[in-house]
């Protein structure tokens, strides 16, 4: 069964950077797509982008674009979320999660099997 575990979350000030990782243990994270949600304070968990098995991007949120990206690296079993130009409202808990094969065009999070344990991100001057 695949496990993950998000790391790399912190406090920032706005227009800093961090990276976030989605570790993978328990099954080789090929054959995933990885997406990242994110829940802001009182706010539902929304998605913010999807990379698939081949590596292509389903992008989710509209107001991260250009700041935000999504990698892979199968060899280490390891989904990437950098984030650039960070804003107060990029503050969350960031989860990533897993589907078989291919990102939805709707990302009901119900299709998300299993979900890392989240990670805070503060942007806060």
């Known amino acids: 069964q695949l496990t993950l575990v998000e790391s790399g979350g912190g406090s920032v000030q706005p227009g800093g950077s961090l990276r976030l990782s989605c570790a993978a243990s328990?099954?080789?994270?090929?054959?995933?797509?990885i997406g990242w949600f994110r829940q802001a304070p009182e706010k539902e968990r929304r998605a913010v982008l999807c990379?698939?098995?081949?590596?292509?991007?389903?992008n989710y949120a509209d107001s991260v674009k250009g700041r935000i990206t999504i990698s892979r690296d199968n060899a280490k079993n390891t989904v990437y979320l950098q984030m650039n130009s960070l804003k107060p409202d990029d503050t969350a808990i960031y989860y990533c999660?897993?589907?078989?094969?291919?990102?939805?065009?709707?990302?009901?999070?119900?299709?998300?099997?299993?979900w890392g344990q989240g990670a805070q991100v503060t942007v806060s001057s």
């Open positions: 999660a897993s589907k078989p094969y291919y990102c939805p065009g709707s990302p009901y999070q119900s299709d998300f099997g299993s």
């Open positions: 328990g099954s080789s994270l090929g054959n995933y797509a």
């Open positions: 990379i698939s098995t081949s590596g292509g991007i389903t």
